[in-house]
């Protein structure tokens, strides 16, 4: 009699062991995932150290994550370095709705 009830629960504590381990198995990440995770943590920290925030932050995670670990500089076109300053030059005189437009429209269109 003992033995026929102990042979459901042994079978049970062996059943629940083996889905322990599977659990546990499986919440490890795998080596690609883990190199992920490591890549975001550093293009994280990058971009903290610099200060971004909101778009250039996007762009700067973006650009981090697809370079592998190693980090490329590219160097801006000229229309990108134009935008970039007239971008700054706006900011600088807290320009806002339509004088910003205006004022970014203008600047674009002058020669570099």
């Known amino acids: 009699m003992r033995l026929i009830t102990a042979l459901p629960l042994l079978a049970g504590l062996m059943l629940s062991t083996n889905l322990m381990a599977a659990d546990t198995a499986a919440k490890t990440p795998s080596p690609a995932q883990a190199a992920q995770q490591k890549r975001m943590t550093d293009c994280n920290q990058q971009a903290s150290s610099q200060s971004l925030k909101g778009a250039d932050r996007t762009t700067f995670m973006s650009t981090c994550l697809k370079s592998e670990g190693h980090k490329t500089e590219k160097a801006l076109t000229p229309q990108q370095q134009k935008m970039k300053s007239c971008n700054a030059d ?23």
């Not at 706006?90 to 674009?108: H, P, T, V, W």
């Open 90 to 112: 706006a900011a600088q005189k807290s320009l806002k709705g339509d004088e910003r437009k205006a004022f970014m429209s203008n600047c674009l269109k002058k020669s570099a």
